[in-house]
């Protein structure tokens, strides 16, 4: 009676593959093969060859979170098939996504939370293009209700900015001015900032947590500066403060410091959800103060269990696992478990910096007193023939990935080696990581010509 394959006769085999597999014994490195080979092939020579990769534990060049929970990472399998951009058929992912920026508005002060407005994205640059997409836009509307030209709008940051804020200049055409850090001035300072803000600035960029050096620029004094430009010129100049890191560290770390909604500018605030916020790579968030802030043409409707909900972001698809996992992190470790585990992370850098110092060959650039990063570089004249590139390399030679670098424009000249603390790097680690350096700097030391040494490449993390 029934029909069906068991039933009709055929050799069909039973394998849920659409045809016969066969083992390839050689893959071509740059064509598409050309037949199919087992799942376990596959598997063992990607993973095979990932395994060249260095370790992300030891990889302190990165500030993206390289450590999760199991629990955390069983959620990541269960929803790795998720698409953020089906709100419709995925609406609790949607609904989680919401409370995640709403706390986050309420983590950094705003004064209203229900009426702020946020989405999560892929990351901080994309966060920072939506953040710097509204500065522009609702200063054009300015200019042109007040018959205005809207040629020519620039956007004023520190030199040390994160390179997505050239990139964001560059794709949506605003003149970038770069105030140039200086050994005494380090970070954007409030006083500097008259001579390069005019009519024609849409914003400006504060930054938390400085991805050279670690430190914070004084959001409060940039503030300060521009009310008094404001009340000389009549311009109205909103912050947006990128803290891609920062965002997820001062809140616990430094609450009495005055850097986000409490400060009237601040109009929107980024965070890199996979910093400091604790989860995998792939997770951003942008918040605004108030919906007003966010001008409605750059907002879409989609779908939403048969009404619309709005969307505003660079992307369409994108993996919503990541929202889920930012949702684990906020419900396990709640305010306090953040607190706790952004002090021990600061109490490694701090560890780090105290054990650098003590070696002898080093001036201490950061601290850990901001965010979690500890800096070096070396000391003036302590040695003709060696870097910190070549010092950079011995590390490697052990597992540890601790990148040297130029500073910024202005201060190129100074090389800087960086160690970014996070989750996961225990101070037993860290101990590790100090003799390394430390048996480091014995071998190099006993160099008596210069090696032909590494040179420098352009660092953007
Ligand atoms: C890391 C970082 C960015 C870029 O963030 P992604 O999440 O990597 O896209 C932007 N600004 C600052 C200050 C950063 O540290």
Redesign the pocket.
Same mark, same amino acid.
């Given at each position: 009676m029934r029909q069906g394959y068991e039933s009709a006769g055929e050799d069909v085999g039973l394998n849920p593959v659409f045809s016969r597999p066969g083992e390839a014994t050689e893959f071509p490195r740059f064509s598409l093969p050309r037949g199919e080979s087992l799942p376990e092939t596959a598997f063992q020579v990607v993973h095979d060859e990932a395994m060249l990769d260095g370790n992300a534990r030891l990889n302190l060049a990165t500030?993206?979170g390289t450590w999760m929970e199991e629990q955390a990472q069983r959620l990541y399998a269960e929803a790795a098939d998720k698409n953020i951009v089906d709100k419709d058929e995925y609406p609790q992912t949607a609904a989680i996504e919401t409370r995640c920026w709403r706390m986050l508005a309420e983590l950094w002060h705003a004064p209203h939370p229900e009426r702020a407005i946020g989405t999560s994205t892929?990351? !901080? !640059?994309?966060? *920072?293009m939506l953040g710097g997409l509204a500065l522009k836009r609702r200063w054009q509307q300015a200019r042109r209700a007040a018959g205005k030209s809207t040629d020519r709008p620039n956007l004023v940051m520190s030199s040390a900015?994160?390179? *997505?804020?050239e990139k964001f200049c560059a794709y949506f055409e605003v003149e970038p001015r770069m105030v140039p850090i200086s050994a005494d001035a380090p970070t954007l300072d409030g006083p500097a900032l008259a001579a390069y803000v005019d009519e024609n600035t849409i914003g400006v960029v504060a930054?938390? &947590?400085?991805?050279y050096t670690g430190k914070y620029e004084p959001v409060q004094r940039i503030a300060a500066a521009l009310d008094a430009i404001q009340a000389e010129h009549g311009w109205d100049v909103p912050i947006h403060v990128?803290?891609? !890191?920062g965002a997820m560290v001062a809140p616990f770390l430094q609450p009495e410091l005055e850097w986000d909604f409490r400060l009237e500018r601040v109009a929107s605030i980024?965070t !890199?959800g +996979?910093?400091y916020g604790l989860v995998y790579p792939g997770l &951003?968030w942008v918040v605004w103060r108030s919906e007003e802030l966010l001008p409605e043409e750059l907002i879409f409707r989609v779908s939403y269990l048969g009404g619309s909900m709005p969307t505003f972001a660079l992307n369409f698809s994108r993996p919503g696992a990541q929202v889920l996992l930012q949702y684990y992190q906020f419900l396990r470790l709640g305010f306090e478990g953040y607190r706790r585990v952004q002090s021990a992370a600061r109490d490694v850098a701090r560890y780090l910096a105290d054990a650098v110092a003590g070696l002898g060959a080093f001036d201490i650039v950061a601290d850990g007193s901001d965010i979690p990063v500890t800096a070096w570089r070396l000391k003036d004249g302590y040695t003709d023939t060696w870097t910190l590139y070549d010092l950079s390399e011995r590390l490697r030679a052990r597992g540890w990935l601790v990148p040297a670098y130029p500073l910024p424009e202005s201060l190129t000249a100074v090389t800087v080696q960086r160690a970014v603390v996070r989750n996961g790097l225990s101070r037993d680690l860290a101990g590790g990581l100090v003799d390394a350096i430390s048996d480091g700097v014995g071998m190099l030391d006993q160099l008596d010509a210069p090696l032909p040494g590494p040179t420098a490449v352009p660092f953007h +993390?």
């Open positions: 500030f993206v892929v990351g !901080s !640059s994309e966060a *920072c900015v994160q390179v *997505c804020w930054i938390m &947590g400085v991805t990128d803290g891609a !890191s980024n !890199s +996979h910093k &951003g +993390h």
